[in-house]
């Protein structure tokens, strides 16, 4: 097995300095500052790898054959990019040694020099050894680990992505139009209104704006984000690859961002001979559901989308060159949003919609002839998604297998996973052993026919404790006052502003908890050691349920891999749960609203043990 012939099964993409959903210290100067720290640690790393490499490939042609085109190859680049010169006499023997300083001096001379090139300069040492009948050499060893390297890590480092929130594009494309005369109140529109005008002005080569136009700070902003992005993967492809939209509820939000990325050049229309326009690009569209409204609605946006023509000439766009053609599929990646469907729906109906909605968007995309990646937004704590990632990827639904996916690694689990390497190992051998398992079985187990409703009777039920919970009038007042979280809105700990909108501060309406970001909704609960967003109105529901139907559920928990991690999770918060300290917290003030919602909140609690 030659593993320099092995494609990575690991990637790295970051959020850092790319995430400005709602943070408006995210600028495209922080954005661009990124990417070139990105890249200006990834040389410095290769600046260690290639001295090894220098230190092991000493190889000289007075003592081996080296192959002609190995040293013209060397000999044609010449030592215009070698930044230590000194020594080349020393090393006119060693054609490998020379094009490893030539390699070093393009990676600090040569922004264009990327990782595929890299990549191509690597492998061409490796046939060489090949040539010179050196298997074991250019197979194994620190020639081998550069390679695996190079593929993994290229010269960005780690891929960027992009979030930006799908109002702030509405509001964007709505004064470019009013801008250029075609639109005076497109925010006013209705769904099909804008459909129209954007399908209408995504056909014109022309832009909306004039050179140098005023733009408001939100619209100029946006563009600069997207022209960073622009000349990231002009000097390399790998830097930004997918551009993520927040609150994706419909298909506008998505023909948004094409028409912004058109305006900004990221995607250009061409037409052919009959007139039809077509749209290319070079980043990839992500929507993000994120609410289970939008989780529900899931399977009609992705067909929408996929059948759109516009942006499937966008998508198919993006196909990777040098496929085989039975690999020359476009992609479509669909992101998850678990803390925010949890904060909407409760536990029990965002993991049921989830799963629900994995199964019919799957159908949807790969009945068209899409590849399909799900990109799972999982945060640290089990209301938020959190819990094993190796049980995690086996439990879901067959149909979402397609053996590639991505999730999140949150900051607040970064050092238990990551910080010690040998952690670290296991836990990336532990989410590839699951991945191949998950890709390796493309069934669903057969499950009684009672089941679906019944689940579903439950979810609704769950959510309807829930949002009877956060939905009463005296909550958000009594929880913003009571627990702690205004201290954790100032502490220095999380990547973003606890408010979503900007500049708003935690007020004690019900628009304010609607504002409110999931990790610090979480972390209040974690705080009051009560955890509710991991169980909160499971009880409820399991506590109407018949014994008839306690018992089918009982018999799917031993065989479902979806359920039994559900009740699992659900059991791993009801015991880390202390409501002695919520006690504390609720009665703090001795006020009889918060009498009221602790003797909920423990009514809740034990119905759940007990359905647990």
């Known amino acids: 097995l030659d593993i320099t012939e092995l494609p990575p099964l690991i990637r790295y993409r970051t959020w850092i300095g790319g995430d400005r959903d709602g943070n408006p210290r995210v600028t495209h100067d922080v954005t661009a500052n990124t990417l070139a720290f990105m890249r200006a640690s990834a040389i410095e790393l290769w600046d260690r790898e290639l001295l090894d490499l220098k230190q092991e490939l000493t190889l000289s042609r007075r003592c081996v054959n080296m192959p002609e085109w190995l040293v013209k190859h060397v000999e044609d680049a010449g030592i215009e990019h070698i930044l230590e010169t000194t020594s080349l006499e020393q090393r006119q023997h060693e054609p490998i040694r020379i094009m490893l300083m030539q390699i070093l001096g393009r990676m600090h001379k040569d922004p264009a020099y990327d990782g595929a090139a890299l990549l191509k300069d690597l492998l061409l040492i490796r046939d060489a050894l090949y040539e010179m009948g050196l298997h074991d050499i250019a197979q194994g060893g620190k020639l081998a680990d550069s390679i695996v390297r190079a593929r993994a890590f290229g010269l960005h480092l780690a891929t960027v992505d992009v979030r930006q929130h799908s109002r702030v594009h509405e509001v964007a494309v709505s004064e470019l139009l009013a801008m250029a005369g075609v639109c005076e109140n497109y925010i006013q529109l209705s769904e099909s209104e804008k459909q129209d005008i954007l399908h209408h002005e995504l056909a014109q080569p022309r832009p909306l704006r004039f050179h140098d136009a005023p733009l408001s700070t939100t619209v100029s902003e946006l563009i600069s984000t997207l022209e960073v992005i622009r000349q ?314 018949t014994p008839q139907e306690l018992g089918l559920l009982s018999d799917e928990y031993r065989r479902n891999a979806w359920l039994s991690t559900v009740i699992d999770n659900a059991a791993q918060e009801l015991v880390r749960s202390r409501m002695a300290i919520t006690r504390r917290y609720a009665l703090a003030t001795r006020s009889p609203t918060g009498k009221r919602f602790y003797e909920f909140l423990l009514a809740e609690h034990e119905l759940a043990a007990k359905g647990v």
Not at 400 to 420: D, P
Not at 524 to 545: D, I, N, S, Y
């Open 232 to 545: 990231a993967n002009i000097t390399d492809r790998r830097a930004v690859r997918s551009y993520v939209i927040s609150m994706t509820h419909g298909l506008s939000d998505v023909l948004e961002v094409l028409l912004l990325m058109k305006e900004a050049g990221l995607a250009k229309v061409t037409h052919d001979a009959t007139g039809t326009p077509s749209l290319t690009g070079t980043v990839h569209v992500v929507p993000l559901l994120e609410t289970i409204d939008d989780l529900e609605r899931g399977e009609s946006l992705v067909a929408s989308m996929l059948d759109d023509p516009f942006y499937r000439t966008f998508v198919e766009s993006l196909i990777p060159g040098g496929l085989p053609a039975d690999m020359q599929h476009p992609m479509q990646e669909i992101m998850l949003g678990y803390s925010d469907s949890n904060k909407d729906g409760g536990f029990f109906m965002a993991n049921l919609a989830l799963d629900k909605a994995q199964r019919v968007i799957a159908k949807t995309v790969t009945s068209r002839g899409y590849f399909l990646r799900f990109f799972y937004g999982r945060g640290g704590t089990i209301g938020r998604g959190g819990g094993r990632a190796g049980r995690a990827i086996l439990s879901t639904p067959a149909p979402a297998r397609t053996g590639r996916l991505r999730f999140t690694e949150q900051g607040e689990v970064i050092s238990f996973r990551y910080a010690l390497a040998s952690i670290a190992e296991r836990h990336l051998e532990q989410i590839v052993h699951a991945s191949l398992l998950a890709s390796a079985d493309q069934s669903d187990p057969p499950q009684p026919d009672e089941l679906s409703p019944l689940l579903d009777r439950l979810a609704q039920r769950s959510m309807k404790a829930y949002r009877q919970l956060i939905d009463d009038p005296e909550f958000w007042p009594w929880f913003s006052t009571h627990g702690p979280i205004a201290p954790i809105g100032g502490f220095p700990i999380a990547s973003r502003p606890v408010m979503r909108a900007m500049g708003s501060g935690i007020g004690e309406t019900q628009s304010a908890f609607d504002q409110l970001r999931a990790i610090p909704w979480v972390f209040t609960w974690v705080q009051m050691r009560c955890l509710a967003p991991g169980w909160f109105g499971l009880g409820t529901a399991l506590a109407e349920a």
